[in-house]
């Protein structure tokens, strides 16, 4: 504490010391001083000149030591509007700005997303990139921007930290290219309000006393302000008010800050039923999560055209089935739009009769959230005893005992996942949870073995072979002019469908806690962020088949082993289907033996006959057929998308409808 007192004691020390910053940055004492001595200050917006320093300074020294005039050429036009945004940051404007066209955004989104592989460092990068993403109406991902920002400022914070020299270094050439006034201003600043109310952490002699006081005077107030509105925006109100409390710890009276909290308040007044002014219940007992936008994101090329791909899809269909084949069809549209979507379906080559097996398909997209159940890591099968003759046919991984049911399970896991986790420690992740978290962390699991996947055959998470072509029942992506949110004050501001369950802790938090385990940079692996685990997401809460495991003489209780079988899940819903299936280490279907009763026009019942034609499409479905109509489809909707429109959902709910 002592030596930044004597260290920024007077004017003139403070602006030696920012001079011999400056040094440090390689910046010519004499441009310094034409920066000083200009009469015009730009106090909020950099110049052209300072945001091409900033560029400068990420490139070699001996380049960024050359004169103005002999560095490289200027940079591009959308490149150099994304270095200004970040370099214009400031804790005195309000984001997102107002009046800036939604494909503005898009396209300042984009650039810096590219840019983000450049600089993975930035806590500034974070920001912007988190308020395109509110301003496009995509909170979640806002939210999970910002905890990247935090994650940063974390390690700038600690020097013991993993990513402190990298995010200091980013840091560092980010106020390089600030103009000088502003840092010059901000030193002042700090001087005139003396130091006696600074923490330690402002502080600390591992940091450089700019960074320190441009953390703490722009960017963590920012950083607190976008992620606490974007959990508020996404009804994660437990999380949103923990980080509503830490920043008015630091920021007492921010009126920002206090906004959104009048807005959490005013949102849990909505559902208590009660006035906004009575006691918050305990904060633990707030809900912490809600619905996002379920779309293909205007940024993702990685989503095949799969009617162009058919060729290839039924090259995987025909590994797991003779008889089947995928074709384009026309589906009724679940989310209130008149026009039919054309989507795949499956159908049959030849006639197939009553109890016939048609597909037998194994997946190693598995998850089991029971952490002593006897079950092939791989498949999901059910362990044999050990000691029985069928033991002899397990294998036990060499490396970190993990137990396969057979050599195929051992030899295909070894090269499609297994090397990214073996050693790792992620057993205990997602496991043993309460009943009312088993869909969830199973859902979570089936995350983490699809991005150790992706980390294992080095491919995008997307483009794993096991997701690729399954659809995720996405909403339309509305048109660049429309409005998405008629303010940013509730998560019932939102103009468009909300589709997908979101909540901090498993769309954010625990992948990138995941990765971390798997030692990934979850920084330098852009491909890693939060828009891939909500693609991800979809795609499993539309396929995923779960049973429950039954094992270890303890009651059965809630979904605890899931998988996704991509080849089984291109066949679409109905409520009255002409197959049934079975998940037990394979995923099989067979044709119906008695098809399902039900009563229709003039109460009449209808019961299709058993056994399947040529050319007839396959009908799975992903809920119990005998549950009324309304039961049918609130169970099926998160699978769906929207309501089921199956010929029998269509006519009992019309029925019900006219008995009202």
């Not at 004169?67 to 270095?83: A, C, F, G, I």
Request: aromatic residues 8%; negative net charge.
């Amino acid at each position: 504490m002592e030596e930044y007192r004597a260290s920024i004691a007077n004017v003139d020390t403070a602006l030696n010391r920012l001079n011999q910053t400056l040094a440090s940055y390689k910046i010519f004492a004499a441009e310094s001083q034409k920066n000083k001595s200009r009469d015009s200050v730009q106090r909020d917006t950099p110049t052209e000149e300072n945001s091409q320093d900033l560029g400068a300074a990420k490139r070699p020294a001996s380049a960024a030591t050359l004169p103005r005039n002999q560095r490289t050429p200027s940079l591009p036009p959308r490149r150099k509007e994304v270095v200004d945004g970040v370099l214009a940051l400031r804790s005195s404007k309000s984001y997102p700005e107002k009046n800036v066209p939604r494909a503005n955004c898009l396209e300042r989104l984009e650039e810096a997303l590219d840019y983000v592989v450049e600089d993975p460092y930035s806590l500034p990068l974070y920001l912007f990139i988190a308020i395109q993403y509110l301003a496009l109406g995509y909170p979640d991902l806002a939210a999970g921007s910002a905890y990247k920002a935090l994650l940063l400022a974390d390690a700038l914070d600690d020097d013991s930290e993993e990513f402190h020299e990298e995010a200091s270094s980013s840091l560092k050439f980010t106020i390089q290219g600030q103009a000088l006034e502003e840092r010059i201003k901000i030193i002042r600043n700090a001087m005139d309000a003396g130091l006696e109310n600074a923490s330690d952490a402002d502080l600390d002699p591992a940091l450089d006393v700019e960074i320190a006081l441009w953390l703490k005077t722009h960017y963590r107030l920012i950083m607190y302000r976008l992620l606490t509105r974007s959990l508020l925006l996404c009804n994660c109100l437990r999380t949103a008010y923990a980080y509503i409390q830490q920043g008015l710890d630091l920021y007492f009276g921010d009126s920002h800050i206090l906004e959104v909290k009048d807005d959490l308040y005013a949102e849990v007044a909505k559902l208590r039923e009660t006035a906004t002014m009575e006691p918050l219940p305990n904060p633990n007992d707030l809900p912490d999560g809600g619905l996002v936008r379920r779309e293909i994101y205007p940024w993702n090329d990685r989503e095949p055209d799969r009617i162009a791909e058919l060729e290839h899809i039924n090259m995987l269909m025909n590994d797991v089935s003779d008889k089947l084949e995928v074709r384009a069809v026309d589906l009724p549209p679940l989310t209130g739009d008149a026009s039919p979507v054309t989507q795949l379906g499956v159908f049959a080559k030849a006639d197939i009769a009553p109890g016939e097996v048609i597909l037998d398909e194994k997946s190693l997209l598995t998850a089991n959230n029971k952490l002593q159940d006897a079950l092939c890591d791989a498949c999901s099968a059910d362990l044999p005893e050990v000691g029985s003759k069928e033991w002899a046919e397990a294998v036990v991984c060499a490396e970190c005992d993990v137990v396969f049911c057979s050599d195929w399970c051992f030899e295909n896991a070894r090269d499609s996942y297994h090397p990214a986790l073996c050693g790792k420690d992620v057993d205990a992740i997602s496991k043993d949870v309460r009943p009312t978290e088993a869909a969830d962390s199973l859902y979570s699991l089936l995350l983490l073995r699809a991005l150790a996947m992706a980390e294992t055959q080095e491919w995008h998470p997307l483009e794993i072979l096991d997701v690729k072509y399954i659809w995720g029942d996405f909403t339309p992506t509305p048109p660049a002019h429309a409005p998405t949110y008629r303010d940013f004050k509730s998560p019932d501001s939102c103009l468009t469908p909300r589709m997908l369950p979101f909540s901090f802790e498993y769309n954010i938090r625990l992948p990138f806690h995941m990765l971390e385990k798997m030692d990934v940079d979850i920084f330098a692996n852009p491909q890693y962020d939060v828009w891939v685990f909500n693609t991800l997401y979809a795609k499993f809460r539309g396929t995923a088949s779960a049973r429950l495991s039954g094992l270890g003489g303890r009651a059965i209780r809630g979904p605890e082993v899931s998988a996704v079988h991509p080849m089984w899940c291109l066949a679409n819903h109905s409520c009255d289907p002409n197959v049934s299936w079975e998940w037990g280490g394979a995923m099989k279907f067979w044709a119906k033996t008695e098809r399902a009763a039900w009563r229709g026009r003039d109460g009449r019942q209808v019961k299709v006959q058993a056994g399947i034609k040529k050319d007839e499409e396959i009908l799975n479905h992903y809920c119990d057929i005998d549950l009324p109509v309304k039961e049918r489809r609130e169970w099926a909707r998160g699978a769906l998308g929207g309501d089921c429109q199956c010929p029998r959902c269509l006519y009992e709910a019309a029925e019900e409808i006219s008995r009202r």
